[in-house]
């Protein structure tokens, strides 16, 4: 059994965002990195759980960056996994970002390729579906459990409206988001270890990109807050209705 | 050349948020000065005439019932057909989790740049640029699509239902389905709950209201509003609450027209899910409380002196007794 677990590097929840160049770049003076939440809490650690219960799973990582997510990779290579692969390129292009991902997926021959749901920077929530059509396997989207027995995966996921289970066949792509697995804390065993697993970075193929970004732009700050007296809470609703209209 | 709007339906009905994607799509359309087209994939049970209504001048129905439960890999394959058959230069899906599912795919099918989490229209007149959600809600981004053909995936409430006079031809579509590989044993769906994301009105509650037996403050409002309930993640954490009402950078996105907060933080991350809400209103009895600057309106108070003045206020509003 082979898993493919997709990782980008994120800004940490809490920076600020800001950008420069004419609007053109984001700001990075200063921000901390972080595995993308999704990737690192429930695709990654569900990867983990699937190795614990058949050690004979092999786990690789696969990233899209340039050199400053070694230290994002080895960090998740702390919290398991067994190599890595970083596509050296930098693009905010989804296409691109898959089509190297595929690629990688190609050469391996995996049975299971986990994505995040998506990446709290750019939120496409594009990668596992684009890597699944280029693969032309079956995609299950937005997973919440997943339990495999021989080749068939059984998994919940959530759709519009509500949840439903489906059975699927391996090979498939699977994203994964809250409900999948629990967050861990690298131990320092784990840490240690991470040093001397491979980590091994390889050129892009060539891809043109669909998309670009243009610019950024800040949301308008609000006008401030209007508060209303706690012993006169009417007033609130009476605001509510007749100025600002919307109960 | 036409503009190609994807209809999810929820039971023969058609979500509220993909009639935001078909006025879109048809405002798009008037824009390209070509015509907009809907699509609706699986069995059909309503008037699907009366979408002319959004501008739509005509729906293609694929209407299959080997086609009701949702597998991207299938949908991808009947929807590329469609578009190829009929010449669609632009496809609009709403980003809601069909959307999610199927625009990715089609996109590489189609060879088509895609744009997920659009909220506004298209600048059409140099290069065509969408602008979208990026930072999980605390920045837009500007994206050129450079490729010919196009997909728009487009927020949830970002986008007002426009409707005038008109009804749309409908036509089925014979496209060639493939067997799914996906095979669904179980299906849950929620009955007679606002969906979070389609909700103009929401109330959430935070760690602020002690236990999940004081939630009678956050789903009794929510009721007499006809508004959806969501909460902060610890609250979703400890189980007070279920997982899919978590709201914010972790959880979902959300763009209500009013969001109504009780004893929430505001945290940077619960902020990001919620600040493009219109409308703010915050309860917290910590007038330091972060939330407060990012809030239309607020009380500093306890939710549970101020909560019950404001549900006996709205009943009497809206004359319930
Ligand atoms: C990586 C990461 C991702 C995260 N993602 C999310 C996310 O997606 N969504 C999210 O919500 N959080 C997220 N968080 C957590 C976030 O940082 C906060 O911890 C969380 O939002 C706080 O929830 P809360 O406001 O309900 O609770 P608290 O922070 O405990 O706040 C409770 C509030 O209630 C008020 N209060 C208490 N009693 C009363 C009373 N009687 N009357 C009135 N007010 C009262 C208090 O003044 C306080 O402001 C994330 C954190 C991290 C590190």
Redesign the pocket.
Known sequence: MKILVCISKTP???AKIAFTDNNTKFASDGVQW?IN?YDEWYALVRAIELKESDPTTVIHLVTVGQADTDPIIRKALALGGDEAIRVNADSHDSFFIASQIAEIAKQGNYDLVFTGKETIDYNGSSIGGMVAELLDLPYVSLAIKFALDGTTATIEREIEGGEETNKVQLPLVVSCQKGMAEQRIPNMKGIMGARSKPLKVVEPTPVEAYTSIASFELPPAKAGVRLIPADNPEELVRILHEEARVI | MSVLVFLDQADGQIRKSSLEAASYGAALAEKLGVPAEGVTVGTVANDLGSLGQYGLKKIHTINNPALDNLDAQVYTKVLAELATTTGATVLVFSNNLTGKAVAPRLSVRLKAGLVAGAVALPETSAVFTVKKNVFSGKAFAHVSITTPIKIISLNPNSFSIVSKEGVAEVVDFAATIDQSKVEVTSVNKVVGEVPLTEAEIVVS??????GPENWGLVTDLAKLLGAATA?????ADINWRPHHE??????IAIAPNLYFA?????????L??VNRSKTIVV????PE???FKAADYGIV??????MPKIITAVKKLKGVA
């Open positions: 940490d929840t809490t972080i939440p | 509650g935070g760690r602020g209201l002690k909460c902060s993640r610890p609250v978590h709201v914010g950078q972790t959880g009780i004893g929430i933080s505001g945290a940077i991350q619960h990001a899910g309860i917290n009895k910590d409380a972060p939330f108070g306890d939710v549970f002196e101020v």
